[in-house]
């Protein structure tokens, strides 16, 4: 257990005692008035010097949030300021949700950080009000005229500090946008304050540490090409040793039709990895022509968390590489902030994508008219219109020993719409699915607690707290339905979801959805299945049991 | 409590200056003709510029937030309002936020229990109440077309009469007088009542209730109670129409008080929260269309950037790839 992490009992203590708003009083206090405190455990580590001078940002140093001195730029005011009005002026969403707020309170209790702490900062309202009330007061605006009475302050190195702790305390999940009647999105706002606090040197190095290796490397872990291949290859022999089949992905080839890039947590991180075996298997299983970059070779972008220019050129490689190898199309891999980034930026920033082909499905025929002008489909797609079309040999007894939940990850919920797919999937692999409650999953679904890069092992504290609301939800159907797998399609919850479910349902594990496909999926040749692609026994395939198959 | 006491002093102060105008000063022209039309002046002007000032600025990405199912495989049913991909869909999504309150319609109420546990109760009442606070104020409003007109066209006349259909008091008891009322009084109350919503609202959250308070209290004091002469009141209405600078007649100066306020919520309008009635129009999460993917979203800074291309990366990597088999562009 993380150094990070207090025990469970002492933060339910935490949650039945303290008084939070959610239960509790904070009689005749203002918000602003309300202390905060840097401290182990609630903060992740500012980025290391040597990635930021690498990035080529402003103000290397070491420093952290608990010192006095947090060694600012001179003139720090005056760079952040200007740098909001400059975002200002470029994106309509920002102004339009500062001015709109009519703090009706929908939004409040929706956060999972807010659920997981009571802080009242945490409510969406609040957050985008460090914001706001910095913007009545000192941005050219005609409610200046009624400073005090809007409720309005000075840009200091207090409001400084809260920004930094407040904008980590937000995922970018976009939960309660769905809520708001104005439809404002905190995420805009984060997404904003991020990207100015990164001109001060205010940041994150599990962040900025991934974005550096994934500009050098090609993807976030750092791997290099060799290494990344190896690792492919590992699997396909842990794939050989369970189904006795041999797959043959092949890297950085020339006229495959397909590109295929998914996160690189699936290809070095448990259990990420078994996710991986699962795409291999279905690919082999259909005889995809596609190939692997190691030079486009993560399907995540943290850019995305750090600011547009960086999100848009960590993007740029995809293209780039889809245009050198030739491919007619590409096809990505389970990720959640991945998706938000393919489907809502990636053709504005880098596209058009012309020199490609509207991706049609080479087995099925069926055209991916959604996909027509970005020419990347979302692999849950790809393989639902493969089941429904006939064209997977799947046994769902095979995954007869999980007994599963769905959990619908922000990005993909919430910035794509993508609902159905992966439920029509899972249902064909597997016989045992129960839903969470309604209030916690598809459009209202939260966070796993540890999105938008403040997945650190020492923002422990913080993700089990911001997670709660997710493991809770878990925790019903394990109580009701004895569910013990939750499948998800983002990599970020298969890193993150395991720690979490260890905390507050432990027996719960975390699967990929293409894991459960792979093994499900009958290969030709295969040898007699016993176990699963984690090598654990499968239900009812025990040895010397007839296979009904 | 100073935020919810400086409101109401500054409303009761602002209702006594046309009181003590009028009634002391004989100032009725200055209260009658000069502050509506400047009010009236501010109002489209303040609001006007308020929405080309949003609009001029770029949307540079789709970030349409998607509530229901994405349009993707035939089969697959696509939610075509909470997941627009047509012009239409996107019109009857923001429609409907605007007129019925859609995404409020959603809203919950979160509590942690023992265990801990959360769970998660429907929450209707806001909906509830700023329909009736919204629906009520417009009814309000068109209802007093029927002083800008000689003659008020048979939606207003029907309306007056559907509002006006308990017809329990002379003249006949308005219920979006009550309701309103009502409302308001639900909306403080909430803001109060919750420990939540106790932290996050700020003077400008009550300011504009209890104003509206005072405009509707003036104006059934006028109605009901004071019954005060409305040819004259008429008069000036029409005047307005037709851009009349001339001197009003003889009104009771509790008019003047109803006519002030509303002067002053013109006037805040365009610079407070309460643009959000324009905001709700364009707000890019509602109104984009989810096709982001099928059509191209032109961003108009795009700029081209420096990335680290293929070549750069072979280079530093050759031997290595070479060594694992991985086909290079240069030997």
Redesign the interface.
């Known amino acids: 257990m993380s150094k990070y992490l207090p025990k469970q009992s002492e933060l339910?203590k935490e949650?039945?005692e303290k008084p939070?708003?959610?239960?509790?009083?904070?009689a005749?206090?203002?918000?602003w008035e309300m202390p905060f405190e840097f401290r182990e455990g609630n903060f992740c580590f500012p980025a290391k010097p040597e990635v930021i001078k690498d990035l080529g940002f402003p103000n290397p140093r070491k420093w952290l949030p608990t010192d006095d001195d947090w060694k600012l730029p001179d003139g720090w005011q005056k760079i952040l300021k200007d740098a909001m009005k400059e975002r200002?002026?470029?994106?309509?969403?920002l102004?339009?949700y500062l001015?709109?707020?009519?703090?009706?309170?929908?939004c409040?209790?929706?956060c999972h950080f807010f659920?997981g702490t009571?802080d009242?900062k945490n409510?969406p309202?609040?957050r985008a009000?460090l914001v706001r009330s910095v913007y009545r007061n000192d941005f050219p605006m005609?409610?200046k005229?009624?400073k005090g009475?809007?409720?309005a302050r000075k840009l200091d190195e207090k409001v400084l500090r809260e920004w930094y702790m407040y904008f980590y305390q937000c995922t970018e999940c976009?939960r309660c946008?769905?809520?708001?009647?104005?439809?404002?999105?905190t995420a805009?706002i984060t997404i904003m304050v991020r990207e100015i606090l990164q001109l001060v040197g205010l940041n994150n190095n599990w962040i900025l540490a991934p974005v550096s290796n994934c500009?050098?490397t090609?993807n976030h872990l750092g791997i290099?090409?060799?290494t990344f291949?190896?690792n492919i290859e590992s699997l396909v022999d842990d794939i050989e040793d369970v189904t006795g089949v041999k797959v043959n992905p092949t890297?950085?080839?020339?006229g495959a039709e397909i590109l295929f890039i998914t996160p690189s947590g699936d290809v070095f991180g448990d259990p990420g990895v078994y996710t991986m075996m699962g795409y291999l298997l279905l690919f082999h299983h259909i005889g995809l022509d596609y190939t692997i970059s190691?030079?486009a070779s993560e399907g995540g972008n943290f850019g995305f968390f750090t600011s547009n220019?960086m999100m848009?050129?960590?993007n740029?490689?995809m293209y780039?590489?889809a245009k050198?190898l030739g491919v007619k199309w590409i096809l990505g891999g389970e990720c959640g902030h991945m998706w938000r980034v393919?489907?809502?930026?990636m053709?504005?920033?880098n596209?058009?994508a012309d020199f490609l082909e509207e991706p049609v499905s080479p087995v099925t025929g069926?055209k991916?008219?959604?996909?027509?002008?970005?020419k990347?489909v979302h692999i849950a797609?790809f393989t639902?219109?493969l089941i429904?079309n006939g064209k997977l040999r799947l046994d769902p007894k095979r995954n007869d020993h999980l007994r599963t939940t769905f959990h619908d990850s922000c990005n993909v919920?919430?910035?794509?719409?993508?609902?159905?797919?992966p439920r029509?999937i899972l249902n064909k692999v597997c016989n045992s699915f129960h839903e969470m409650?309604e209030?916690?999953i598809r459009?209202?679904t939260f966070c796993c607690g540890s999105g938008s890069g403040i997945n650190a092992e020492e923002y422990m504290e913080m993700r089990m707290k911001g997670g709660?609301?997710r493991a809770?939800?878990v925790r019903h159907v394990r109580e009701k339905h004895k569910v013990d797998s939750l499948v998800t399609i983002c990599a970020i919850d298969r890193a993150s979801l395991p720690p979490l479910m260890r905390y507050w349902n432990p027996g719960v594990s975390v699967y990929g959805l293409h894991e459960l496909v792979g093994n499900a999926l009958v290969m030709e040749g295969e040898k007699k299945r016993t176990e699963d692609l984690r090598e654990e026994p499968m239900a009812g395939f025990e040895d010397g049991e007839e296979d009904e198959d | 409590?100073k935020?919810i006491l400086?409101p109401v002093v500054a409303v009761a102060l602002l209702a006594l200056i046309p009181y003590v105008g009028v009634e002391y000063a004989g100032l009725s022209y200055l209260f009658g003709v000069v502050i509506p039309y400047f009010a009236a002046l501010v109002l489209v002007a303040g609001f006007l510029f308020?929405m080309v000032?949003?609009?001029r600025?770029?949307?540079?990405?789709?970030?349409?937030?998607?509530?229901?199912?994405?349009?993707?495989?035939d089969?697959?049913?696509q939610?075509r309002i909470?997941?627009p991909s047509k012009p239409w869909h996107a019109a009857i999504r923001v429609l409907s936020?605007v007129l019925l309150?859609r995404?409020?319609f959603?809203?919950?109420?979160?509590?942690?229990r023992?265990g801990?546990?959360?769970t998660?109760g429907s929450h209707k009442w806001?909906w509830l109440g700023?329909l009736a606070f919204h629906w009520s104020l417009l009814v309000i409003v068109l209802r007093h077309s029927r002083f800008f007109f000689l003659e008020p066209g048979p939606f207003f006349q029907f309306l007056e009469q559907a509002d006006g259909f308990l017809d329990v008091t002379v003249p006949a008891f308005f219920m979006t007088d009550a309701l309103v009322l009502a409302a308001i009084t639900f909306l403080v109350l909430?803001?109060i009542g919750?420990?939540?919503?106790r932290?996050?609202?700020?003077?400008?959250?009550y300011?504009p209730l209890f104003l509206i308070t005072g405009i509707v209290v003036a104006g059934i004091a006028m109605r009901y109670f004071a019954k005060i002469d409305v040819m004259p009141v008429k008069d000036l209405a029409l005047g307005y129409m037709k851009f009349s600078f001339s001197a009003p007649g003889e009104i009771g100066s509790l008019f003047y008080v109803h006519l002030f306020l509303i002067c002053v919520l013109a006037v805040y309008f365009?610079?407070?929260?309460l643009?959000?009635m324009g905001?709700?129009f364009?707000?890019?999460?509602?109104a984009q269309l989810?096709?982001?993917?099928?059509?191209?979203?032109?961003?108009p800074?795009?700029k081209p950037?420096?990335?680290?291309?293929?070549a750069e990366?072979?280079d530093?990597?050759r031997e290595?790839?070479k060594?694992?088999?991985?086909?290079v562009e240069k030997e």
């Open positions: 339910v949650f039945e939070s708003v959610l239960k509790g009083d904070y005749g206090r203002e918000w200002l002026k470029k994106y309509r969403s102004k339009l001015d709109s707020c009519v703090r009706c309170g929908a409040a209790d929706k659920l009571g009242p409510m309202v609040l009000e005609v409610e005229i009624l009475f809007a409720g976009r946008s769905v809520f708001c009647p104005m439809g404002i999105d805009e500009n050098r090609g290099e090409p060799h291949v190896q890297f950085n080839r020339k190691t030079y220019d848009k050129k960590l740029a490689k780039h590489e050198r393919v489907h809502q930026y053709d504005t920033m596209g058009p069926t991916f008219t959604n996909a027509r002008a970005t990347m797609e639902a219109d429904k919920a919430r910035g794509m719409g993508m609902f159905e797919e029509y409650p209030n916690t459009e209202q709660f609301p809770n939800a | 409590m935020k400086m308020r000032d949003w609009l600025r770029p949307v540079p990405f789709n970030i349409v937030s998607t509530t229901g199912q994405e349009k993707s495989l089969w697959i049913r939610d909470e997941s936020e309150f995404s409020l959603r809203n919950n109420r979160a509590e942690l023992k801990p546990d959360l998660y806001l700023g909430r803001r919750d420990a939540k919503m932290l996050l609202s700020l003077q400008t959250d300011f365009p610079f407070s929260k643009v959000h905001a709700i364009i707000s890019p999460t509602r989810n096709n982001s993917r099928e059509k191209r979203h032109k961003n800074w795009n950037i420096k990335f680290r291309t293929y990366y072979e530093e990597y290595k790839m060594k694992a088999n991985i086909p």
